[in-house]
């Protein structure tokens, strides 16, 4: 056993006066569950996404842009993604949760005494993987935002 110990000192001081580069050896980081603190929690994503659909659609839809549905229709796709935006920027603000993969559904529709179904399959680990979904509707609008949590190596 000393003559493999003299052997490796004698193998690094031979290294370091030469002059060569040294290769470090960096090991993976991937894991296959999430820390404590880097979980998602539906409970805070459902939260965020309440207050951003109170936020962007409490004042801004009236009852002009509701009668004129069929002419303002790309505005509502954009404001739709736009709100998606937010929830997704504001979740990875305020959440720690690096390895996940954030994808959010918005769906805007009328109020006119319709009744609608959103449903979404997935194929997840439900150890890791989580969904939230909040609401919003008042008079003139109904809105629904669906945030999917999924883990990633």
């Not at 404590?36 to 839809?61: D, H, M, R, T």
Request: glycine letters at 4%; proline letters at 3%; hydrophobic letters at 35%.
């Amino acid at each position: 056993m000393r003559d493999s110990t003299e052997s490796k000192m004698s193998l690094e001081e031979a290294d370091s006066s030469a002059g060569e580069n040294v290769i470090d050896i960096i090991l993976p980081t991937y894991r296959l569950k999430p820390e404590e603190s880097g979980k998602f929690y539906p409970s805070q994503a459902k939260k965020i996404a309440k207050e951003i659909l109170e936020e962007e659609l409490c004042g801004k839809v009236d009852e002009k842009w509701v009668e004129e549905w069929a002419d303002f229709g790309d505005e509502f796709e954009t404001l739709s993604k736009d709100i998606a935006d937010k929830i997704k920027e504001r979740i990875k603000c305020t959440l720690n949760i690096p390895r996940y993969k954030l994808a959010i559904q918005v769906t805007i529709g009328q109020m006119k005494d319709q009744g609608v179904r959103i449903t979404s399959r997935c194929l997840w680990d439900t150890s890791t993987d989580n969904y939230a979904t909040a609401s919003f509707q008042n008079r003139h609008v109904w809105a629904s935002a669906i945030v999917f949590g999924l883990y990633t190596d």
